[in-house]
């Protein structure tokens, strides 16, 4: 008590200090959850080139004339950039993507995985 006399801090202070401090963090429940996507584009300089559903399990592997490769696997309603041939691997130690709007990308390539929401126009549903 004599420290909270010498910063001048009352008992009722600490109350609304830590009503404040849970509050804060009441936000949280107010904002969407994320959603697990129903399809995938893989895209490569920006052009679709194939979409998968995640509900399909599969394997595919994009292969270019330049000789690079990437090997898209479908499994348990989440996609990944398996393996390919880039020095960095950065989009095979992303791993299994599946909510909506995550990606995987292979710069090298120019390479694009993105989970989709599976409707209609692009269109988000945010209710519950």
Not at 58 to 82: C, E, P
């Amino acid at each position: 008590m004599k420290f909270l006399r010498a910063i001048k801090i009352k008992p009722f202070d600490l109350v609304v200090i830590f009503l404040l401090f849970v509050s804060s963090f009441s936000v949280l429940a107010f904002l969407p959850s994320q959603k697990v996507g129903a399809s995938a584009e893989v895209r490569v300089n920006g052009k679709v080139i194939r979409t998968f559903d995640l509900n399909k399990n599969q394997t595919w592997t994009y292969r270019t004339k330049n000789g690079f490769w990437n090997i898209i696997q479908v499994q348990d309603g989440k996609i990944r950039d398996k393996a390919d041939n880039t020095p960095d691997q950065i989009a095979v130690h992303k791993s299994w993507i599946s909510h909506v709007g995550e990606t995987a990308v292979c710069l090298p390539h120019n390479l694009v995985i993105e989970v989709m929401s599976g409707q209609k126009n692009n269109e988000v549903d945010y209710t519950e």
